[in-house]
C-alpha cells in the first residue's frame, strides 16, 4: 500500500466530466423545479395583491356605511330633539343634549 494521496481534490481526467455533470443537473433542475416553483409564487403574489386590494376596497365601504350610519342617526336624534322642545332646534345639539340629560339625571 504505498498510494500517496495529494490532497482532498485529485486533478485528473474525470473532473470536466464532473463539471458536465454539474451543469446539466443544474439545468434539469431549474427547469424541472425551479421555473415551476417560481411560477407558483408569481401567482401566489398576484393573489395575495388582489385579496389586499379588495380588503382595501371593503375597507373603504365599510367606512362609507358607518359614515352613513352615523349621519342617518344623528339626524334621526336630532330630530327627536326638535319634537321635543316644541319645534324649536336644540341648540347644543345632538350629543350636547344627551350628555347634560346625563348629567341632570345622576346629579338627581
Known amino acids: ?17 464532473q463539471i458536465i455533470n454539474f451543469l446539466i443537473l443544474v439545468a434539469l433542475l431549474r427547469a424541472v423545479a425551479y421555473k415551476p416553483i417560481v411560477r407558483m409564487m408569481d401567482e401566489r403574489k398576484a393573489k395575495i395583491a388582489e385579496s389586499i386590494e379588495k380588503a382595501d376596497a371593503d375597507a373603504a ?7 352613513e350610519y352615523r349621519r342617518s342617526s344623528l339626524r334621526a336624534y ?31
Open 1 to 17: 500500500m504505498s498510494e500517496i494521496t495529494q490532497g482532498l481534490i485529485d486533478l485528473n481526467g474525470t473532473l470536466p466530466i
Open 61 to 67: 365601504a365599510a367606512e362609507a356605511t358607518l359614515n
Open 78 to 108: 336630532e330630530g327627536t330633539g326638535d319634537r321635543r322642545h316644541g319645534g324649536k332646534a336644540c341648540r347644543r345639539g345632538a350629543r350636547g343634549e344627551l350628555s347634560r340629560q346625563r348629567s341632570v339625571r345622576s346629579s338627581r
